[in-house]
């Protein structure tokens, strides 16, 4: 696994991999700078459904970071937040924050173009190329629209799509069944602990992505 500062392009890919024929990026933290999102979406929810002390942002962004809003809601759980609120309901409402959000923020603020460049060059060269989020399809589909990349991907596996969801590698292994690609081909865009925990169960080229 190579950290990378900065996001790269084909012609580095390629000297590094000439074989590799798609690319699985992960979404909150990699394609888009979208943790402060989800920790302001967290933030917004909580104070809307819980009457308790709400933690601090900083507090918050920690246990936010990487995870399944699912396991965000037991994280609440067990801290006596939302205990009368279902885990449908946190995520409803999550989602609705994002997008509100999300229409009232700066592209400039979340979004690095070069990565639009890169995937372009991807795109015109014939690489396939797909999202394997734990973030929920409808948000990632959400996010992906807003930023008009749609195009580019093969399919996009969120977090309902796979029974065990990141650290565990069936995400990464559901996505690669179905690009039909030899893993040892593929490479892998990751930036949290657990991200990177379950691309590690595969055997494709693993960059951490450190440009946000």
């Known amino acids: 696994m190579l950290q990378l500062k900065d ?3 084909y012609k580095y890919l390629s000297a590094n991999k000439p074989n590799f024929q798609a690319i699985l990026w992960d979404l909150d933290g990699t394609i888009i700078n979208s943790e402060s999102l989800h920790t302001q979406a967290t933030i917004d929810t909580i104070k809307e459904l819980s009457s308790d002390n ?8 920690q246990f936010c970071y990487g995870l399944t809003d699912q396991m965000i809601y037991d994280h609440l759980q067990n801290s006596h937040l939302l205990q009368h609120t279902s885990a449908e309901k946190f ?8 997008k509100y959000l999300l229409d009232h923020i700066s592209l400039d603020e979340i979004f690095n173009s070069n990565i639009l460049s890169l995937m372009e060059q991807c795109y015109q060269k014939g690489i396939k190329q797909a999202v394997v989020t734990s973030s929920e399809r409808i948000v990632a589909q959400l996010i992906l629209g807003h930023l008009k990349l749609h195009s580019y991907f093969e399919f996009v596996i969120g977090r309902e799509d796979t029974i065990k969801n990141k650290p565990n590698a069936m995400p990464y292994q559901s996505a690669i069944k179905r690009l039909k690609i030899p ?4 490479i892998i865009f990751e930036d949290s602990p657990a991200g990177l925990a379950a691309a590690q169960g595969t055997n494709a080229t693993i960059y951490q992505a450190m440009w946000y």
């Open 7 to 9: 996001v790269p392009n």
């Open 54 to 61: 709400i933690p601090s942002e900083d507090m918050i962004a």
């Open 91 to 98: 995520i409803e409402y999550k989602n609705q924050k994002i």
């Open 183 to 186: 893993d040892q081909n593929i």
